[in-house]
């Protein structure tokens, strides 16, 4: 089992870009979450989903939206980047109501 | 809104010694409780549960202790190594199919 995986783990854009992160489990979770971390901050709650075809938004949505049109499946996109979510972003699966397992991260530069 | 806080920020245990890191939650709804570890540049990483029907769940060196009356969460390291410095996540799970709450962490640093 890979577990959660995301790709690209780095990526460094231009203000205006879009690109997609995508994330990846092979644990059959019905949950998968899209957070962000701040260097020495906490994590922030993007966007998540409760089963394929499902979404909702958490904490900070705003400039940011995913699919989830395969189960194993979660993508986050930025339309239209900009420096302010320059972040690690981290991706995470689980079962409902029990722990989330996460992704490597991937490290994200909007200059 | 609902938060988990942590009490310290910052802890420094010299090795060989026991560490405990504190967490607050303010949803006494809650019936699930959680402890990540993360190391720098990678992804937290679970360490133990516990379930508010319980006070106490043991680990491998690791022991949670869950005080349902003053909505305290702890987490209790024995014998901390050089591999126990990170930063220690807690979290908390809301009733209802609602997203864990995490604190904003302690980093702990072992002193060798």
């Known amino acids: 089992n890979a577990g959660v995986t995301q790709t690209p783990k780095f990526r460094v854009l231009k203000t205006g870009q879009s690109m997609t992160l995508l994330c990846a489990q092979d644990m059959n979770h019905e949950y998968m979450y899209w957070y962000r971390q701040d260097p020495g901050m906490g994590l922030r709650l993007i966007h998540y989903s409760v089963g394929e075809g499902t979404t909702a938004k958490g904490e900070v949505p705003d400039g940011y939206n995913v699919s989830r049109l395969k189960k194993q499946n979660f993508l986050l996109g930025l339309e239209s980047a900009a420096p302010s979510q320059t972040s690690v972003y981290f991706c995470?699966?689980?079962?409902?109501?029990?722990?989330?397992?996460f992704g490597p991260g991937t490290r994200l530069t909007v200059l | 809104g609902e938060s988990v806080g942590l009490h310290l920020p910052t802890l420094s245990v010299q090795e060989g010694d026991n560490s405990i890191i504190n967490c607050a939650y303010s949803?006494?709804?809650?019936?699930?409780f959680i402890w990540y570890k993360q190391e720098s540049g990678k992804g937290p990483q679970f360490i133990i549960d516990i379930r508010s029907n319980m006070d106490k769940r043991q680990g491998q060196r690791v022991t949670v202790l869950l005080n349902k009356t003053v909505k305290h969460l702890s987490l209790q390291i024995a014998a901390t190594q050089p591999g126990d410095s990170a930063v220690y996540f807690c979290?908390?799970?809301?009733?209802?199919?609602?997203?864990?709450?995490f604190g904003k962490g302690t980093r702990l640093s072992v002193i060798a």
């Open positions: 995470a699966s689980s079962p409902p109501s029990m722990t989330q397992y």
């Open positions: 949803n006494s709804a809650s019936d699930y």
């Open positions: 979290a908390e799970s809301p009733p209802g199919n609602t997203p864990l709450v």
